[in-house]
């Protein structure tokens, strides 16, 4: 969810079209602490823009309640403050537990049926700072990067024109792709700027995967889109780890862990307005 992490950052994109020099035999830095904030800058709720002072506001709602209560996105920052991360030497499949995966922000949909204005759009400021421990120096400048999520709401009927597990889901498709971010980096050692990636992926496994085409369909895009439905009157956390790869690493099969990159152009949350 970050990108250019350091002022000598090559140019982040989608994956594809990083043209790096990835090929480092060893990262001179092993670990890293790192500090992870995120919050809502803008909103669109009805016809009325609101903006936000940095760093933001972790709660969006709206809408009237039914019974259940307001719809609501909410942003979920880490509690732990300098957490650290080892160094994952190589590329490949992302790993799945420490020292070589951190966790970072969440996002949970709490989806309830509600009448009035409806969330349209939005924008989600992310931050990181990453301060090498081992060997120990400065801390990387903080930099930052927006996410513009579109919302639209699902009607509330029995036959839904897509897969549906409640009556119906609404549909979460992630427009920007998958990628990897870089940096480059030198610890003063004499190896010079080393490459080092930054990746932030779910790890909420199923949560996360490749919708059907009639989901893409409703979600107003193409076959094979990657993102997830939530379940009425229901909530529905995305969680996401964090590491830091000496080689990009790959996506592993669509359902079970899709790589959600730092350089990702858009967040879109799509899904027709309630009835």
């Known amino acids: 969810m970050f990108r ?28 890293w602490q790192y500090d992870i904030f995120s919050g809502f800058t803008q909103s669109t709720i009805g016809s009325t823009t609101t903006h936000y002072p940095d760093p933001g506001v972790a709660l969006l709602s709206w809408g009237s309640s039914t019974g259940s209560g307001h719809s609501a996105l909410v942003v979920n920052n880490p509690s732990i403050v300098g957490a650290s991360v080892d160094t994952y030497l190589g590329g490949g499949t992302p790993p799945t537990a420490p020292p070589y995966l951190g966790f970072s922000t969440s996002l949970t949909h709490h989806n309830h049926p509600i009448t009035g204005n409806s969330l349209s759009s939005a924008t989600l400021r992310a931050e990181v700072t990453l301060t090498p421990t081992t060997p120990a120096g400065p801390a990387l400048p903080t930099q930052f990067t927006a996410f513009d999520i579109a919302f639209a709401e699902t009607p509330n009927v029995n036959n839904c024109s897509f897969p549906s597990s409640s009556q119906c889901d609404d549909i979460f498709v992630l427009l920007g792709g998958l990628l990897n971010q870089s940096f480059q980096y030198d610890a003063g050692d004499g190896d010079g700027l080393l490459t080092y990636f930054v990746n932030i992926f779910p790890i909420t496994g199923g949560v996360l995967g490749t919708l059907s085409d009639a989901s893409c369909a409703a979600a107003g895009q193409g076959p094979g889109c990657i993102g997830f439905q939530t379940r009425e009157n229901q909530s529905t956390t995305l969680a996401f ?32 307005r309630r009835i």
């Not at 780890?241 to 967040?267: H, K, M, Q, R």
């Open 4 to 31: 250019n992490l350091y002022p000598n950052s090559l140019a982040a994109g989608v994956l594809g079209s990083l043209v790096l020099c990835a090929g480092s035999a060893q990262a001179a830095v092993l670990s």
């Open 241 to 272: 780890g964090f590491t830091i790869s000496t080689e990009p690493l790959g996506v592993p099969e669509p359902g079970v862990l899709a790589l959600l990159g730092i350089g990702l152009a858009g967040l879109g949350l799509m899904h027709r």
